[in-house]
């Protein structure tokens, strides 16, 4: 299992990444969250 981190300017774009998706599409939001995090693993 590998480790990661974000920086904290990484997580805030993320963040205004996802809140951007989510006013346009809520479950592409929530997809591009999962992949993120299944990308990470």
Known sequence: MSN???S???IQDL????E???S???KAASKLFD??????K
Request: hydrophobic share 35%; aromatic share 10%; charged share 25%.
């Open 35 to 40: 992949d993120i995090r299944q990308k990470c």
């Open 8 to 10: 904290d300017a990484a």
């Open 24 to 26: 346009v599409n809520p």
């Open 15 to 18: 963040d205004e990444i996802c």
């Open 20 to 22: 951007y998706i989510v």
């Open 4 to 6: 990661y981190s974000l």
